[in-house]
């Protein structure tokens, strides 16, 4: 499968608790980023990185929120002390460089804070 | 599996009739602009795009149209299939390639 990968897939949590996910973008794609999706939502972008640089974070990305991308290959999220709100599918995307608007995303994952 | 968009504006067609898809974009700046369907369960995937020095783009039976003058999007599938049931996005670009702004989603139901 050549396409973007994330795991888990589904995640169940308590309230409080931390929770890393992964991403694998598509092989030699040089951009990836993360968006959040709540349901009956279009995704809203979170962050970016070009290479192992994050170079732009949104305004939804609190302070309880890192993303990581340490090789400029597979990327890191995780959610310290999550809350309710947390609940949602995080989706990551990637893109090839000289084609930065073509975004290609991943099955994402689901995340419940109970 | 979960569905995506339960309260989504909808869009019944017949089998076989096209269908047209609507969204309306709000950065005037924008400059590339993005057809995504989501299946339940699944990452949002990649139909078809446009630039907005371009005002018309056809693909495997589906095309897009750019009004640049009303800010507006429109997504035609042709023949449409029970395949082609999902929730529809259409997402602008004003960044360099940064990020995506997603419009809210229709869902799209083909009736047999």
């Known amino acids: 499968d050549t396409g973007v990968s994330q795991n888990p897939r589904h995640k169940i949590t308590k309230r409080g608790q931390n929770v890393t996910f992964r991403c694998d973008p598509i092989?030699?794609?040089?951009?990836l980023y993360w968006y959040r999706q709540t349901l009956g939502q279009g995704p809203e972008f979170l962050t970016y990185f070009q290479n192992e640089a994050q170079l732009e974070k949104s305004r939804l990305l609190s302070d309880r929120f890192s993303a990581e991308r340490p090789k400029g290959s597979f990327s890191t999220l995780e959610i310290q002390r999550t809350e309710q709100g947390d609940s949602a599918m995080y989706l990551c995307a990637s893109s090839p460089q000289g084609g930065e608007y073509e975004q290609y995303f991943g099955p994402g994952t689901r995340l419940t804070v109970t | 599996g979960e569905s995506v968009g339960l309260h989504l504006p909808t869009l019944s067609v017949q089998e076989g009739d096209n269908s047209i898809i609507n969204c309306a974009y709000s950065n005037s700046a924008s400059d590339y602009f993005i057809w995504y369907k989501q299946e339940s369960g699944k990452g949002p995937q990649f139909i078809i795009d446009i630039r907005s020095n371009m005002d018309k783009r056809q693909g495997q039976r589906v095309t897009v149209l750019l009004n640049k003058t009303v800010k507006h999007l429109s997504l035609q599938i042709a023949a449409t299939q029970p395949g082609d049931s999902a929730v529809y996005f259409c997402?602008?670009?004003?960044?360099?390639?940064?990020?995506?702004?997603f419009g809210g989603g229709t869902r799209l139901m083909v009736k047999p």
């Open positions: 997402a602008e670009n004003n960044n360099a390639g940064n990020m995506l702004t």
């Open positions: 092989s030699e794609h040089n951009r």
